[in-house]
């Protein structure tokens, strides 16, 4: 929108020469300022929302208590600000399941119970090996059925000793476990 012709038009003419060389400048120059500002409003009015705020997403991300990080794609950050803004509180199975739908994952989480004899398949719980079975009460495998498993091999000349021969996960939907999970909780993930 062009403010500089609409100001033109404000001033009476019978007191203002409105073809003037001087008077034109001026609305030019006030113009701008108005365009600019007009301009500047329309982006903080696209900023309500996590998905159109582009460069003011990390306000969002500071907000939220989410670190930002700009090496990681837009609608990833944006996923990870709706999933923190929707997680208003709850601690059931379910509440997380509707969480992770919100987000565009579909989910089951199987909780364990030791007291009844229903553990994790071994090699799932091999890291607690020394653990006492009680302790293993508060685990949560949580198998995520249309996730992006990034699979990632290990290569000779890519790789390095003491990495894992495979690793994999999506961390968009683990990040948001770690994050609201109870602090309790150990959560395991699989993929399918």
Same mark, same amino acid.
């Given at each position: 929108?062009?403010?500089?012709?609409?100001?033109?038009?404000?001033?009476?003419?019978?007191?203002?020469?409105?073809?003037?060389?001087? /008077?034109?400048?001026?609305?030019?120059?006030?113009? *701008?300022?108005?365009?600019?500002?007009?301009?500047?409003?329309?982006?903080?009015? *696209?900023?309500?929302?996590?998905?159109?705020?582009?460069?003011?997403?990390?306000?969002?991300? =500071?907000?939220?208590?989410?670190?930002?990080?700009?090496?990681?794609?837009?609608?990833?950050?944006?996923?990870?600000?709706?999933?923190?803004?929707?997680?208003?509180?709850?601690?059931?199975?379910?509440?997380?399941?509707?969480?992770?739908?919100?987000?565009?994952?579909?989910?089951?989480?199987?909780?364990?119970?030791?007291?009844?004899?229903?553990?994790?398949?071994?090699?799932?719980?091999?890291? /607690? =090996?020394?653990?006492?079975?009680?302790?293993?009460?508060?685990?949560?495998?949580?198998?995520?059925?249309?996730?992006?498993?990034?699979?990632?091999?290990?290569? *000779?000349?890519?790789? /390095?000793?003491?990495?894992?021969?495979?690793? /994999?996960?999506?961390?968009?939907?683990?990040?948001?476990?770690?994050?609201?999970?109870? *602090?309790?909780?150990?959560?395991?993930?699989?993929?399918?």
């Amino acid at each position: 929108m062009q403010h500089a012709n609409v100001l033109k038009q404000l001033y009476p003419p019978v007191s203002y020469n409105i073809n003037g060389e001087q /008077f034109i400048a001026q609305c030019e120059v006030d113009g *701008a300022a108005y365009d600019r500002l007009q301009q500047r409003a329309e982006h903080v009015l *696209a900023v309500i929302e996590p998905v159109t705020s582009d460069a003011m997403l990390a306000d969002w991300e =500071r907000i939220c208590g989410i670190k930002t990080d700009l090496s990681r794609p837009y609608q990833e950050r944006v996923k990870r600000v709706i999933a923190q803004l929707n997680a208003v509180g709850g601690l059931s199975i379910p509440y997380f399941m509707r969480i992770a739908e919100s987000i565009g994952y579909q989910i089951q989480i199987k909780e364990f119970s030791p007291l009844q004899n229903d553990l994790p398949n071994p090699g799932d719980i091999a890291q /607690f =090996r020394n653990a006492p079975r009680e302790s293993l009460i508060f685990m949560w495998r949580v198998t995520v059925l249309n996730g992006d498993d990034n699979i990632v091999y290990f290569r *000779a000349g890519e790789s /390095f000793a003491g990495e894992h021969l495979v690793e /994999f996960g999506d961390p968009i939907i683990e990040e948001f476990f770690k994050d609201l999970k109870p *602090a309790h909780t150990y959560c395991y993930f699989a993929y399918q």
